[in-house]
């Protein structure tokens, strides 16, 4: 079975520009849950998706958005960047929600 | 804001020893979990603990769950080079809808 698929694994972008990140669960996997991760601040909860209903939301500004696609395929959305928005962007599938995740490998990016 | 919080921030050890992580956290919890990130990837499951759990093995691994305290210890016997690593401990806070929320994680570092 293919693991969780992050792409692309890094992105350069310039303050005010706006990126989309993928994310590709696990096959059957239903639940998608998105972290962010600085070395300041360790893993920060964005939101997670099930069935493509957001069920769980952190603490991040309107900028940060996210959305799951009926095969349960998820993208983020990071609207007018800021430099304290670089970080390593994590996401995890799971079969039931808040059991074991399932990470992918990330999205690094860099906000010049 | 972090519910779990581990402890020691950082540690090292000689190849062969045990290693011996805590994480203390605030609220009542469904279960506990532990996760090991290798440098700049995505984060691996290692084992979760139910509420109603005390002790689990896994290979190496033991993880305790003290709920009287809020706090749980993961035990590495007979470390590795390869167990060099940053650990995560990550808690399913009692309630609906909640979110695994992770601490900061330990630093293990493994001295061949």
């Known amino acids: 079975k293919a693991g969780v698929t992050q792409t692309p694994r890094y992105l350069i972008k310039t303050r005010g520009q706006q990126v989309t990140l993928s994310c590709s669960p696990i096959?059957?996997?239903?639940?998608v849950s998105w972290y962010q991760q600085t070395p300041g601040q360790g893993l920060q909860f964005l939101f997670e998706y099930f069935s493509e209903t957001q069920r769980n939301k952190g603490n991040f500004p309107g900028r940060f958005s996210g959305r799951q696609f009926s095969n349960s395929r998820s993208e983020m959305n990071v609207s007018t960047l800021e430099l304290g928005d670089s970080a390593l962007y994590l996401c995890?599938?799971?079969?039931?929600?808040?059991?074991?995740?399932?990470f992918g490998s990330g999205t690094q990016l860099s906000v010049l | 804001s972090q519910q779990g919080e581990e402890d020691p921030q950082a540690l090292s050890i000689q190849e062969g020893e045990n290693a011996t992580m805590n994480c203390s956290y605030k609220?009542?919890?469904?279960?506990l979990q532990w996760y090991r990130q290798n440098s700049g990837r995505g984060l691996v499951h290692l084992i979760l603990i139910r509420s109603n759990e005390r002790e689990k093995h896994s290979g190496r691994l033991r993880v305790t769950l003290d709920t009287s305290k809020k706090s749980s210890s993961l035990l590495i016997t007979a470390s590795r080079a390869a167990d060099t690593a940053s650990y995560f401990c990550a808690t399913d806070a009692a309630g609906a809808n909640s979110k695994l929320t992770f601490g900061k994680g330990i630093t293990l570092s493994v001295r061949p």
């Open positions: 096959s059957g996997h239903r639940s």
């Open positions: 609220t009542s919890i469904n279960n």
């Open positions: 995890a599938s799971s079969l039931v929600q808040d059991e074991k995740l399932f």
